[in-house]
């Protein structure tokens, strides 16, 4: 089975910072799909950025690209300029190439400060 | 393009009863799946369906059932509420298994 896990269960920083999330998964599977999704407030998650694990380049999104590093089974998210606007859940997700649904981490909410 | 759509929103039952959350995809996409949202367990995968068959199921007892209709709308039911059934229940849909999940905003079930 499956297993995702994120370490920091709340991060607080400053509008305009940047911010890292990390994330890191165990499987036993050469093909599958990580994802970023994001939960504010109003509960309506969203999808922030998805990485194959078959791509070595890094998948970036205006301001939020990750750190795939496959062999030490890692995914971190990095939010560049953070905004008011990205408080909110960030979870990290995993899903095999067979797709039997997401796997999801705890979370780590995270809290801009103005 | 209307996103989906999950009915109820919110709604109150008793241990024992029994309840049903639809779901309606965003049009065009044929894969919907369920998910339950507890403080305490996180975000779990209940099934998935796609052109009415059940593709996947997650680790849940039989009284989590669901179906799909040919229109691609969803339900899922839960029968013998237990407390613990307390959750968001999200649906999401896609355009196929493997593609970009969009979710709807949830049905918060509470049981008393």
């Known amino acids: 089975a499956q297993t995702v896990t994120q370490s920091q269960p709340e991060m607080s920083v400053q509008e305009a910072e940047t911010v890292t999330l990390s994330c890191t998964y165990d499987?036993?599977?050469?093909?599958?799909?990580l994802f970023w999704y994001k939960q504010p407030p109003s509960r309506q998650m969203i999808l922030v950025i998805r990485q194959e694990a078959y791509k070595q380049q890094n998948a970036t999104e205006n301001r939020f690209s990750v750190n795939f590093q496959k062999a030490a089974k890692s995914f971190s998210l990095k939010i560049s300029d953070s905004q008011l606007g990205d408080t909110a859940m960030y979870f990290c997700a995993f899903i095999r190439g067979g797709a039997d649904g997401l796997t999801f981490g705890k979370g780590t909410h995270l809290i801009i400060q103005p | 393009k209307a996103g989906v759509t999950q009915t109820p929103r919110y709604l109150i039952k008793t241990r024992g009863q029994q309840v049903t959350l639809s779901c309606s995809p965003i049009s065009g996409h044929r894969s919907v799946s369920w998910y339950q949202q507890t403080p305490g367990q996180g975000l779990q995968f209940l099934f998935e369906?796609?052109?009415?068959?059940?593709?996947n199921k997650g680790n849940f007892p039989g009284r989590f059932s669901g179906r799909q209709f040919s229109n691609s709308r969803s339900e899922m039911n839960v029968s013998t509420l237990e407390l613990g059934d307390s959750a968001l229940y999200l649906c999401?849909?896609?355009?196929?298994?493997?593609?970009?999940?969009?979710f709807g905003e949830g049905s918060r079930l509470t049981v008393l």
């Open positions: 999401a849909s896609s355009l196929d298994l493997a593609g970009e999940l969009f």
């Open positions: 499987t036993s599977e050469s093909n599958y799909y």
């Open positions: 369906y796609f052109s009415e068959t059940q593709r």
